[in-house]
């Protein structure tokens, strides 16, 4: 297959978006598929239909959310979009499940369709679609697009995994986290579509759940706090229908995975952050997390009620295995009380505390136990190094305040014996570089973390001197800035993994420049980052 440059990817974006209320041929004929039959997909829809029912009447604009792919196989790749021609007020969908055409080629004309089917987008999910594209070669770049009546979506790229053990010399995949509509433009993604990467890692905090304040920052949300299904899909509408952030999704397959602000910022388990609110917090986090599946490229079986099992693997040849941790589903209360840096109190280190809860916990020992991956890398939603903020402070919210879970997280890597352990890690709003042991003097380092800055949301203000000067001269903390946006793109090959800090000049403007600002090398074989 000839190689798809990122140059002919925007080119044909362009041209599809030129020509995207215009369809050849009526979506009442048949079509047909040369690949494999689909196989039952975690959440998807892999319906070969060979007569598509009749499209009802429906209004323009169908595809205002853009489209995406996610969580690629060797052999498949989920493609999604979602039917909202009135993305802020509801959707603007009739009271009716749609059929929808979906189509994968070798080429941004679509002159060598692959894959092609017939799915639904129903009122039950928004009107979302999770397709599982399956019978793709491995380790390969496709286009894809949908189709509903006469109107066609943006064109999206997406590629699959190399095969399962496959010798791959390189991937190159970039991670992000944190983007407050409120604190500033995206500007970040539209600089990630020219880092040509493999994929893209989001860690968390995809929208946020606060109200419109009406005014000071360069932007604002579209309603008061979100708390029912159709404020998150509102707040999903929002956020989703951000240019910049719409030509990221298209540029490359994502794997997502979800912090606290999908919800409510701070929540654990079935707790909220503050209980004697009035709100029903079961059937928001039930809402909270249908949006979350309604709106993401996921390979997952659609929410159960308030429950939805997003931890997974992904599996990059023999080169690289992703682990996507959640670890806000299953936590024990954060501990000790006052906020979320506070002193130590005892239970800290209750011995049962846990932040993914036990079968998450299990699951993971078992994978490691499996893995024959180069790269172990940890899909991480908060920061894991311990980080004692002048001796006695803590962040509960952290795996600081789950010191025991942490410890059992480790030693399933030594019982492992773990190949070269890498945890990636958002949430916190700047950017570090850490050596992680058990935080007992004198322990060897057993993993690195990286740290990733955040897409728009801004650290304290007032706090950044403090955090700096305490975090920065922590001596398993190589490196901490609090002060840039941007994202992390990491180079894996067989004897490196290379972390690069990417930061754009301002959030404050839909554009600006941006630079990096520095370059660490972890060898294989050897735990521990150094500056490159």
Request: overall charge negative; aromatic content about 10%; proline content about 6%.
């Amino acid at each position: 297959m000839e190689p798809i440059s990122r140059r002919r990817f925007l080119a044909g974006l362009v041209a599809s978006a030129a020509v995207g209320t215009a369809c050849s041929g009526d979506d009442s004929s048949t079509t047909s598929s040369p690949s494999t039959p689909g196989k039952p997909g975690g959440g998807t829809d892999t319906t070969r239909s060979t007569t598509t029912a009749p499209v009802p009447d429906l209004p323009p604009g169908l595809f205002s959310l853009g489209v995406a792919s996610g969580d690629p196989l060797p052999d498949s790749v989920i493609l999604w979009t979602r039917l909202a021609p009135e993305p802020l007020t509801g959707g603007g969908m009739p009271d009716a499940d749609v059929p929808v055409r979906w189509e994968v080629a070798t080429d941004a004309g679509f002159g060598a369709v692959v894959a092609e089917g017939v799915t639904t987008a129903t009122k039950a999910l928004g009107h979302s679609v999770h397709v599982d594209a399956d019978g793709l070669e491995a380790g390969a770049a496709y286009f894809y697009r949908f189709v509903v009546g006469q109107e066609r979506s943006p064109v999206g790229r997406t590629r699959t995994a190399p095969a399962a053990g496959a010798d791959s010399d390189r991937l190159r995949f970039l991670f992000a986290s944190c983007q407050n509509w409120k604190d500033g433009y995206f500007t970040s993604w539209s600089h990630a579509v020219e880092e040509d990467v493999d994929l893209v890692v989001f860690l968390g905090d995809y929208i946020y759940e606060s109200g419109k304040d009406g005014g000071g920052g360069a932007r604002d949300h579209n309603s008061d706090e979100v708390v029912t299904i159709d404020d998150y899909r509102n707040r999903y509408g929002l956020y989703k229908g951000d240019a910049d952030l719409q030509a990221a999704h298209a540029a490359a397959p994502w794997v997502t995975t979800w912090d606290d602000h999908e919800v409510e910022n701070n929540y654990a388990a079935g707790i909220a952050q503050d209980p004697g609110d009035g709100i029903d917090f079961v059937a928001r986090r039930a809402a909270g997390y249908q949006a979350y599946y309604e709106h993401q490229p996921i390979r997952v079986e659609p929410p159960d009620g308030d429950s939805l099992d997003l931890y997974r693997i992904l599996d990059w040849g023999g080169l690289a295995r992703f682990y996507v941790l959640d670890g806000r589903q299953y936590r024990s209360d954060q501990p000790c009380p006052g906020g979320d840096i506070v002193g130590d109190c005892p239970g800290r280190n209750v011995e049962t505390a846990t932040m993914l809860g036990r079968e998450q916990e299990d699951w993971l020992g078992t994978s490691f136990a499996s893995s024959k991956a180069t790269w172990n890398v940890l899909a991480n939603q908060v920061i894991f190094t311990p980080l004692p903020l002048g001796g006695s402070l803590y962040n509960m919210d952290q795996w600081d305040g789950y010191p025991a879970a942490r410890t059992r997280l480790l030693e399933q890597m030594t019982a492992a014996e773990l190949a070269n352990p890498v945890v990636i890690t958002g949430d916190v709003h700047a950017s570090g570089v850490g050596d992680v042991s058990t935080g007992v003097a004198g322990a060897p380092v057993v993993a690195t973390e990286f740290v990733g800055t955040s897409i728009s949301s801004e650290f304290t203000p007032e706090l950044i001197d403090a955090a700096e000067a305490l975090i920065g001269g922590l001596p398993q903390v190589k490196w901490f800035d609090a002060r840039q946006r941007g994202y992390v793109v990491c180079e894996l090959t067989p004897d490196t993994f290379t972390t690069t800090y990417r930061a754009v000049s301002s959030i404050a403007e839909p554009e600006a420049d941006i630079s990096t600002l520095t370059t660490w090398l972890v060898k294989a074989g050897t735990p521990g980052a150094r500056e490159a």
